[in-house]
Every structure is written in C-alpha cells, then in structure tokens.
C-alpha cells in the first residue's frame, strides 16, 4: 500500500474543496477534461490514456473520499485509493492511501500522487 502525507498551511475546508469535489481536477497534472455522473468520473488524460473511477464514499463531514480506477489504459488488477483531509495545527493534514495490484504500477502512482500535491500547493490560498 502507498500512502502518503502532506501538510499544508491552509483551512482544511480549502484542501477539502480541492479533492472533495470529484468533478474538480485541475490539481491533477495531465488531466484535461473530466465528465461526472454522480457515480463515475471519466478523466481525458492525452499520452497516459484516459481513465474512469467510480467514487465509491464521499463523506464531506469526516472530509473522506473514496474511489476506484474501473477502466484504464494499464492493466490494472485492483485499485483503491482514499483520501482523508483533517484539521493540523494552524493548517490541514492529507493522508492519500492507495492500493494498487499489480505492484508493479507503485512507482508510476507515486510520481503521479505527488505531482498532484505539488499542484495542491499551488492552488490553495497562501
């Protein structure tokens, strides 16, 4: 499992209105539409192949999100990822998780997790 952490000196309702909006993804580097139905977000991503996820728990209350990638371009076994924003001192708190089968496919999920926290950082208000 991958898990990552990232604290941010932010509000955590403002983290939270970044990935607690599945419709929202312009902190993920590549992506350049989205189509959402309520359920399955469909993400265009040019080069890496598009993808589809199935929001499987969104909990603004506890600021929890859940999903699975359902289609993807790589052969994927089994993928579920969550992310959890909690409150942090001055600031705010992400935990991402994300299981991925097979494994093989960690280090491209890191890059691609961190490159979304580095455009986290970017877009939340200083």
Do not use: Q
């Not at 728990?57 to 924003?85: F, G, K």
């Not at 708190?93 to 691609?112: H, L, N, Q």
């Amino acid at each position: 499992m991958i898990t990552l952490e990232e604290t941010f000196a932010a509000d955590a309702d403002a983290l939270w209105a970044i990935v607690g909006t599945p419709d929202r993804v312009d902190w993920v580097p590549g992506v350049t539409a989205c189509e959402f139905d309520g359920e399955v977000r469909r993400l265009a991503m040019p080069g890496a192949g598009d993808i589809a996820e199935r929001i499987l728990s969104l909990d603004n209350d506890a600021r929890v999100i859940e999903y699975s990638c359902i289609e993807s371009a790589a052969p994927l076994e089994h993928h579920l990822a969550r992310i959890t924003v909690e409150e942090a001192g001055d600031g705010c708190r992400m935990i991402w998780t994300t299981e991925v089968k097979p494994e093989a496919f960690e280090p491209f999920i890191v890059e691609s997790m961190k490159g979304c926290l580095e455009r986290i950082t970017e877009l939340l208000p200083n």
